[in-house]
C-alpha cells in the first residue's frame, strides 16, 4: 500500500479538500479536531491509488460518502475489496443520510471504532 503517493495524487486530494461537497464538508465538521471520542480523522487522502474520502489511521476504517453516480458500482466494490485486504474496513453513506442525519451518521462510525479494538 502506497503511502508515499505521487505527485498527481496529492495535487488531485488537495484540490478536492479546497472543493468538498457539502455532505462531505458537514460530515468533516462533526469529525475533524478528534470531535469523535477523540479519533483522528483525515479527509480526501490518497492512497494506493486511490484518494480516500475520510480515514481514521488508527482504527484502519475508511468513511466514503457517495452520490447517485455510486449507485451499483461494481468499481467501488473492487476498491472497497483493496482496502479490506489491507485490514482497512469501509463503511459508505450516500449524501442525503449526510445531509438529513449526520447524527445518526456519526452514531454508526462511532460504533464501528468502537468495535475496531482500538482503546479509548
Known amino acids: 500500500m502506497r503511502h508515499n503517493p505521487p505527485p498527481i495524487h496529492r495535487s ?6 479546497a ?13 475533524r479536531d478528534r470531535q469523535l471520542e477523540g479519533f483522528k480523522f483525515r479527509r480526501q487522502v490518497p492512497l494506493a491509488r ?3 474520502d475520510f480515514v481514521c489511521f488508527e ?5 466514503e460518502v457517495d452520490g447517485h453516480q ?3 458500482s461494481a468499481r467501488d466494490m473492487r476498491r472497497d475489496a483493496v482496502f ?9 453513506f ?9 447524527d445518526g451518521v456519526c452514531h454508526a462510525i462511532l460504533a464501528e471504532l468502537q468495535n475496531s479494538g482500538v482503546g479509548r
Open 19 to 31: 472543493d468538498a461537497t457539502r455532505p462531505e464538508a458537514i460530515l468533516w465538521q462533526a469529525l
Open 70 to 72: 455510486h449507485a451499483d
Open 50 to 52: 486511490y484518494i480516500l
Open 84 to 92: 479490506v485486504v489491507k485490514g482497512f474496513r469501509v463503511l459508505r
Open 12 to 17: 488531485r486530494a488537495r484540490a478536492m479538500r
Open 59 to 63: 482504527a484502519r476504517l475508511i468513511v
Open 94 to 102: 450516500w449524501n442525503h443520510e449526510v445531509l438529513e442525519n449526520v
